[in-house]
């Protein structure tokens, strides 16, 4: 089993910082790939930052330069650091690995349970 748990929203001002972990646990071989998506009400769910294992990233145009993904390889944990927050960014956020399990090294994709992340104007 492998799981992926999301901390950190919350309620936040215009203008404000959010950071959001999300740590891998269960019965992990290797993990590829770590994202966060978000997805607001009536919308599609949309990537808004991702990280590959060797710390290459990329943005969505609507968030780059306001929040940076990083990773700890050692604690299985991605981060994503939001600053200068604005409403448009109000939405659950998910987070997204690529783990090739241990018990039979079979790859997949794996989802968090999300985190809400409201920004009041």
């Known amino acids: 089993q492998v799981q992926l748990v999301e901390s950190g929203g919350g309620l936040v001002q215009t203008g404000g910082s959010l950071k959001l972990s999300c740590a891998a646990s269960?019965?992990?071989?290797?993990?590829?790939?770590m994202g966060w998506y978000r997805q607001a009400p009536g919308n599609e769910r949309e990537l808004v930052a991702r990280?590959?294992?060797?710390?290459?990233?990329n943005y969505s145009d609507s968030v780059k330069g306001r929040f940076t993904i990083s990773r700890d390889n050692a604690k299985n944990t991605v981060y994503l650091q939001m600053n200068s927050l604005k409403p448009e960014d109000t939405a659950v956020y998910y987070c997204?690995?690529?783990?090739?399990?241990?018990?039979?090294?079979?790859?997949?994709?794996?989802w968090g349970q999300g985190t809400q992340v409201t920004v009041s104007s």
């Open positions: 997204n690995a690529g783990i090739q399990n241990s018990m039979n090294y079979r790859s997949d994709t794996y």
């Open positions: 990280i590959t294992s060797g710390g290459i990233t």
């Open positions: 269960g019965s992990i071989f290797r993990i590829y790939g």
